[in-house]
Each structure stands twice: as structure tokens, then as C-alpha cells.
């Protein structure tokens, strides 16, 4: 069952009412009479058409939970956690294309008082979000298309190596909420990019992310995070099975590429943690 603390901040993804939930075996539903299972792992698909997107598979999703569970990525789950901190104003804490819900669990670890939302595409992701924190629920539902959450209900929203909808952003934030936006920066994951003939960092990547949020926000602060990781060959597996590369490129030809590495792999992570204000 969603929490009472998360379903008042949501709305039907049809005619956009208020949901309610008034027990743990009913259906999702809205006074219009749309109606939306619980899956059996805890999560509600929150979508009015088909999905432009299914997400991560069940794969990608295991590669990412068994990496961040490693500890490689905790200078990000760290940064966040303290943004979020430092300015919650209260209400939803919303984490947008969650993945395993990871990061959000540690956002609300450090915000006692807070619930906070999973949204993802992937159902094999929302599997997981949705058993990631005691305060944390997830849906599935499409970051492309106007979110299932209401107007001025989010107190932080976090975007992490996740697709971005500005205005849709800007609608679910309330005017003192805080956006925070964790982007790759140029560099990032260089040594096996090159090694591996995996998708590059976009070199003018964030310059579009500025283009895309300027009408709806301000730039509150930025900083750079980078850090060395030391992988096996399993760990570089791990990091290229959770990523976009994915997609690209076939398991044989990957495991060939990662046979040939050192033993012992040092990795760069470069990132950029940006903090977002809405504009008045």
C-alpha cells in the first residue's frame, strides 16, 4: 500500500484528480473512476498510454543495484544526500528515472521527517525502488510525459544520469524547492570508454542542460565531483552492464574488449552535481 504521506502529493495520469488508496489490497484510484493495480512487489504503474520508453531492463537494473552497492558511486550519494539536507523544504521528496531507488534512500535517511517518491519507466527498477527505504514508495510511469504528481508538492527533486523534463519540473516544485541534477561531466569513465569503444560524454553537455533548464530555473550552485575507482574485470562488466552501452554493445565482444585489461582497472568518475531554484 502507498504511503498516505506520498499518495496525497500524486494524481491520476488520465484526468489528472487526486488518487486515494483505502486499503492495502484496493486499487489506486480516482473519483473519475480510473483505476491502478499495486504490483505484487509494492510499486503502481502510474501511465495513460504506452510508455515512450520501457527503461532499464532486469539486467541493467541487477548491474546497477550490485555497483552501487559496492560502493563506487558514494561520493554522488553523498553529495545528494547533503543538498537535500541542507534545503528541504518540506512535502515529497521526488527522485525522477530512480533506478534501484538507492540514491533516495539515502536522501531520506538523512531527512527523517520525509517520504519520498520513485519514478521510473522500468518496471525491474521500480521492483526494487519500491522496498528501498520504510518511507519510500515507486511508480512507474513516463518522465516524458506530465508527471502523476500534483502542482507544487515537491519539496526536492533529484535527477540522476536520468532523462530531464524541465517544465514538468518546474510545475511539481514548489517555489522554495530545490532541484538537484547529477550529469557526467567530460572525462568521466575515460579510461574504459577508450578501452572499450563505449558512448562518449557529449563534450557540449552542459551547456544543452543550462539551455534546457534557463526558462524554468536558476542556477543555484555547481560543483565538480571526481574520484578514482579501482575495478576488477567483473567490476568493469558490472559498471558498462547498468549504463547505456548497454544497448550497444553485444555481451561477446564486450567480455573479448574487458579480457585484454589489466587486472586491476583504475576508473575516472567526473561528474557535476548541479543545485536548481525555480524561477519566480
Same mark, same amino acid.
Given at each position: 500500500?502507498? +504511503?498516505?504521506?506520498?499518495?496525497?502529493?500524486?494524481?491520476?495520469?488520465?484526468?489528472?484528480?487526486?488518487?486515494?488508496?483505502?486499503?492495502?489490497?484496493?486499487?489506486?484510484?480516482?473519483? #473519475?473512476?480510473?483505476?491502478?493495480?499495486?504490483?505484487?512487489?509494492?510499486?503502481?504503474?502510474?501511465?495513460?498510454?504506452? $510508455?515512450? +520508453? =520501457?527503461?532499464?531492463?532486469?539486467?541493467?537494473?541487477?548491474?546497477?543495484?550490485?555497483?552501487?552497492?559496492?560502493?563506487?558511486?558514494? =561520493?554522488?550519494?553523498?553529495?545528494? *544526500?547533503?543538498?537535500?539536507?541542507?534545503?528541504?523544504?518540506? @512535502?515529497?521528496?521526488? @527522485?525522477?528515472?530512480?533506478?534501484?531507488?538507492?540514491?533516495?534512500?539515502?536522501?531520506? @535517511?538523512?531527512?527523517?521527517?520525509?517520504?519520498?517518491?520513485?519514478?521510473? #519507466?522500468?518496471?525491474? &527498477?521500480?521492483?526494487?525502488?519500491?522496498?528501498?527505504?520504510?518511507? &519510500?514508495?515507486?511508480?512507474?510511469?513516463? /518522465?516524458?510525459?506530465?508527471?502523476?504528481?500534483? @502542482?507544487?508538492?515537491?519539496?526536492?527533486?533529484?535527477?540522476?544520469? &536520468?532523462?530531464?523534463?524541465?517544465?514538468?519540473?518546474?510545475? /511539481? $516544485?514548489?517555489?522554495?524547492?530545490?532541484?538537484? /541534477?547529477?550529469?557526467?561531466?567530460?572525462?568521466?569513465?575515460?579510461?574504459?570508454?577508450?578501452?572499450?569503444?563505449?558512448?562518449?560524454?557529449?563534450?557540449?553537455?552542459?551547456? *544543452?542542460?543550462?539551455?534546457?533548464?534557463?526558462? #524554468?530555473?536558476?542556477?543555484?550552485? #555547481?560543483?565538480?565531483?571526481?574520484?578514482?575507482?579501482?575495478?576488477? +574485470?567483473?567490476?568493469?562488466?558490472?559498471?558498462?552492464?547498468?549504463?547505456?552501452?548497454?544497448?550497444?554493445?553485444?555481451?561477446?565482444?564486450?567480455?573479448?574488449?574487458?579480457?585484454?585489461? =589489466?587486472?586491476?582497472?583504475?576508473?575516472?568518475?567526473?561528474?557535476?552535481?548541479?543545485?536548481? *531554484?525555480?524561477?519566480?
Amino acid at each position: 500500500m502507498l +504511503h498516505s504521506e506520498v499518495i496525497r502529493h500524486l494524481c491520476c495520469p488520465i484526468c489528472r484528480r487526486e488518487l486515494a488508496q483505502p486499503t492495502a489490497d484496493a486499487p489506486v484510484r480516482c473519483p #473519475s473512476g480510473h483505476s491502478f493495480d499495486t504490483a505484487r512487489q509494492g510499486y503502481v504503474q502510474l501511465t495513460a498510454a504506452a $510508455l515512450t +520508453h =520501457p527503461g532499464d531492463n532486469a539486467a541493467m537494473v541487477a548491474a546497477r543495484a550490485a555497483f552501487l552497492a559496492a560502493g563506487h558511486f558514494a =561520493p554522488i550519494t553523498s553529495a545528494v *544526500r547533503d543538498v537535500a539536507a541542507a534545503a528541504w523544504p518540506g @512535502d515529497l521528496v521526488l @527522485d525522477v528515472g530512480a533506478g534501484t531507488g538507492h540514491h533516495l534512500a539515502s536522501v531520506l @535517511d538523512g531527512l527523517p521527517r520525509a517520504y519520498g517518491l520513485a519514478v521510473d #519507466s522500468s518496471k525491474a &527498477a521500480a521492483r526494487r525502488a519500491a522496498n528501498a527505504h520504510a518511507r &519510500a514508495d515507486a511508480i512507474v510511469a513516463d /518522465v516524458w510525459r506530465p508527471l502523476p504528481v500534483a @502542482d507544487s508538492s515537491v519539496g526536492v527533486l533529484t535527477d540522476i544520469f &536520468a532523462p530531464r523534463n524541465a517544465p514538468e519540473f518546474a510545475r /511539481v $516544485l514548489r517555489p522554495d524547492g530545490v532541484l538537484v /541534477v547529477v550529469t557526467p561531466a567530460t572525462g568521466h569513465l575515460a579510461e574504459v570508454v577508450d578501452a572499450l569503444d563505449l558512448l562518449r560524454v557529449d563534450p557540449a553537455k552542459s551547456e *544543452r542542460l543550462a539551455d534546457t533548464f534557463d526558462a #524554468s530555473f536558476r542556477r543555484a550552485a #555547481s560543483r565538480p565531483y571526481q574520484w578514482i575507482m579501482e575495478l576488477n +574485470h567483473d567490476g568493469v562488466g558490472t559498471l558498462v552492464g547498468m549504463g547505456p552501452s548497454a544497448w550497444h554493445v553485444e555481451p561477446a565482444t564486450l567480455s573479448g574488449r574487458i579480457a585484454v585489461l =589489466p587486472a586491476a582497472v583504475r576508473v575516472t568518475a567526473s561528474v557535476e552535481v548541479a543545485v536548481y *531554484r525555480p524561477r519566480a
